[in-house]
């Protein structure tokens, strides 16, 4: 799947370049936000930024379904509905700088309406630690809702912490979108 060049309200979503790798492991190198994250290595070095850009779609015919998060400045964050050929699950991070503006629900909102407007697909999937509070908030606004637990491994922690599933079905974003 080719990822698109969508623009929201402030920013841009846009496929991945080799350029943006020094800002990964700047961002993502902060451990506010590797602390809350799955599958990402802790320290996180610019060979682990080079190998999660190379697999994204923008590099991999089959790669993983990821967008930039670029405010004008560079890349700030970043969007992914993971792999092909799997069922959409929703993932994401902002630099810590960035927070608390709305820029991931901004985001968030945006490749969703493009994905269920272009994919045909009526499902999402995605996972939330208890304690991530804005997380959660920026998946319920969107209007995923919980579907139990499911305990997520945090490699940067070493140990697995309480988290939930969510499912974000077609109609009930739909409905919130003409509900906003
Ligand atoms: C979680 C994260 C994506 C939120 O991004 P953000 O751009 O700050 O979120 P938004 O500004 O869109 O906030 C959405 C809502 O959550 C609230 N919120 C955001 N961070 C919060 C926090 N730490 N505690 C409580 N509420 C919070 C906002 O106030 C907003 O509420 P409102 O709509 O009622 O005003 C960001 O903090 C982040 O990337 N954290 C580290 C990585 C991570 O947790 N990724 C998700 C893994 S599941």
Known sequence: MTMPSLRSGRLWLRPV?????????????????????????????MADAKWWVNQTAAFQEDGERAVAIDDGTGMI????????GEQAS?????????????????????????FFKTSG??????????ENTGSIKVLTKTGFKAAGPKPLFIPSR???????????????????????
């Open 17 to 45: 370049t080799s350029a943006d790798m020094g800002r990964i492991v700047s961002l993502v190198g902060n451990f506010q936000v590797v602390r809350n994250l799955g599958r990402v290595p802790h320290p996180y070095t």
């Open 77 to 84: 964050g970043a969007v992914s509905l993971g792999s092909p």
């Open 90 to 114: 929703l993932g994401y991070w902002l630099g810590e700088p960035y927070w608390g503006s709305g820029y991931m629900s901004e985001a968030v909102g945006t490749l969703v309406d493009w």
């Open 121 to 130: 697909e009526t499902e999402i999937l995605s996972s939330a630690l208890d």
């Open 158 to 180: 070493a140990k697995t912490l309480p988290a939930t599933a969510f499912r974000l079905q077609r109609s009930d974003f739909e409905r919130r979108k003409t509900a906003a």
